[in-house]
């Protein structure tokens, strides 16, 4: 089974409100990414954890806050964020980090919609 | 710099018609090529993992194969289901996406 799931599957927010994101994976991995996506673009690393410590952190601002609880979850917290932040949210997880070849697995993604 | 560059960046086919798809890469020290498939709206879908030159990989209508300095998703027969965007990726310090190319196909 190589699935990540994440919730909300879409989410409305003024630029005001404070939400999280939220990222499980059960295959044992032990790297996990969250990344932007504009339409019609590839996505965009923003973080990566690596045995559960923040090993990129692709200078994202800080209005976005990336936790790693276990290395099962994943969250982004976000607070004061801007129209131009709406995109697909995607998270995703990988077996080896920095070992061989890593396959990256993606979640479904958040819709994330900043009015 | 490490770079990926799809081609075509859109491709429409008429079901049955078969085609490939680009991929072509300059990283140093190729660790994995990977192609996903993307679905509007939706997380990109794993499909190969490609590593040594000459390696080719299989499922369903779709073949993937590796040279040194480029990839190809071969499309066979295709169905209007195949339609999506097809995302070629190269394992890098991060993983480096190209743009995709995005596939209609015509009953």
């Known amino acids: 089974d190589t699935e990540v799931t994440q919730t909300p599957k879409h989410l409305v927010m003024g630029m005001t409100n404070k939400k999280s994101l939220k990222c499980e994976q059960h295959m044992g991995h032990r790297a996990m990414y969250w990344y932007k996506q504009k339409a019609k673009k590839p996505p965009e690393l923003m973080f990566v954890y690596s045995y559960e410590k923040l090993s990129i952190n692709e200078s994202v601002p800080s209005r976005f806050s990336p936790e790693c609880p276990n290395s099962s979850l994943l969250n982004l917290h976000l607070h004061a964020l801007q129209p131009e932040d709406s995109a697909l949210y995607l998270c995703?997880?990988?077996?080896?980090?920095?070992?061989?070849?890593?396959?990256?697995?993606f979640g479904p993604g958040t819709r994330l919609t900043v009015l | 710099e490490d770079q990926v560059t799809q081609s075509p960046e859109a491709l429409r086919l008429q079901e049955g018609e078969s085609s490939s798809l680009n991929c072509s890469y300059t990283v140093s020290g190729l660790r994995g090529l990977f192609w996903y498939r993307q679905d509007p709206g939706k997380g990109p879908e794993f499909l190969f993992t490609?590593?040594?030159a000459g390696e080719e990989k299989e499922k369903e209508r779709l073949k993937a194969t590796l040279t040194k300095k480029e990839s190809f998703l071969h499309i066979t027969a295709p169905k209007p289901e195949d339609s999506a965007t097809y995302l070629c990726?190269?394992?890098?310090?991060?993983?480096?996406f190209g743009k995709g190319t995005r596939l209609s196909v015509i009953a």
């Open positions: 995703a997880s990988s077996q080896h980090p920095g070992q061989g070849i890593d396959t990256q697995y």
């Open positions: 990726a190269v394992q890098a310090a991060p993983l480096v």
């Open positions: 490609l590593y040594s």
